[in-house]
């Protein structure tokens, strides 16, 4: 019987981690980092590897945590306007199903990670053995975080309602008042329990005007690596 500790998730996360670096970074790739917790591990291996073998790698990152990360690890920073194709993007998830759908935007970066691994030839997914869930919204009980234009989060909300979700602002824990993005933007989570149908549901968000994006990220990961409950991990690939 393994007891399940604070050490052996974070053991199970740093191994994913390491273990999707090791294996799909390659010389003269251009990189796009995530965010959160298990990215930290990710880009602190990146950075070993680059200067060990002197791989000459170009990141681009999803947020400022990213940016960060990627400087202090001694990596080239890279961006959109430069490397318009990304070779592997490399991110954590708030939740992942049986058919590698996810769900993210905890963090509040999800219109940025949207946009890096849209224009990724390949996601590879990090996290521990607490993101699976044979649905969406099974384990996340935070919501989908939907990005929207200040101006309408009130009439969105109201829509989102009607669609059979409890919308809630995203409000800020150090000042008064929502959340702001690094896009100038408002975060609405919205709880639709267990989501069947997430393709058609995402769709029927993103028609509602002023809604910038949804965490929701449909069939767009490639592979994902889990940290299990015993440190080894698991890798799960698109069928």
């Not at 990724?120 to 053995?129: E, G, Q, Y």
Request: overall charge neutral.
């Amino acid at each position: 019987m393994i007891i399940l500790t604070e050490e052996l998730i974070e053991l199970g996360k740093k191994n994913a981690a390491i273990k999707a670096i090791e294996e799909n970074v390659k010389e003269n790739m251009i990189i796009g980092i995530g965010s959160g917790s298990t990215i930290v591990y990710a880009v602190k291996r990146l950075g070993e590897i680059n200067k060990e073998k002197d791989l000459k790698l170009k990141c681009i990152p999803s947020s400022f945590q990213a940016h960060q990360l990627i400087i202090q690890n001694g990596l080239e920073l890279g961006s959109l306007e430069r490397y318009p194709e990304i070779d592997v993007d490399i991110d954590g998830a708030d939740e992942i199903d049986k058919n590698l759908n996810l769900i993210k935007g905890g963090g509040g970066c999800l219109v940025q990670e949207k946009i890096i691994a849209s224009n990724s030839k390949r996601l590879i997914i990090i996290a521990d053995f607490r993101k699976r869930s044979e649905r969406l919204g099974k384990n996340w009980k935070y919501g989908v975080p939907v990005e929207v234009i200040p101006m309408a989060h009130f009439p969105i909300m109201k829509k989102l309602k009607e669609l059979g979700g409890n919308p809630k602002l995203r409000m800020a824990k150090s000042k008064s008042g929502p959340v702001i993005t690094d896009n100038g933007n408002f975060i609405i989570d919205v709880d639709f329990g267990e989501i069947s149908h997430p393709q058609e549901l995402d769709e029927k968000i993103l028609f509602i005007p002023g809604v910038v994006d949804t965490g929701l990220f449909i069939g767009m990961t490639t592979k994902a690596y889990i940290g299990d409950r015993d440190g080894k991990v698991l890798i799960l690939e698109k069928k």
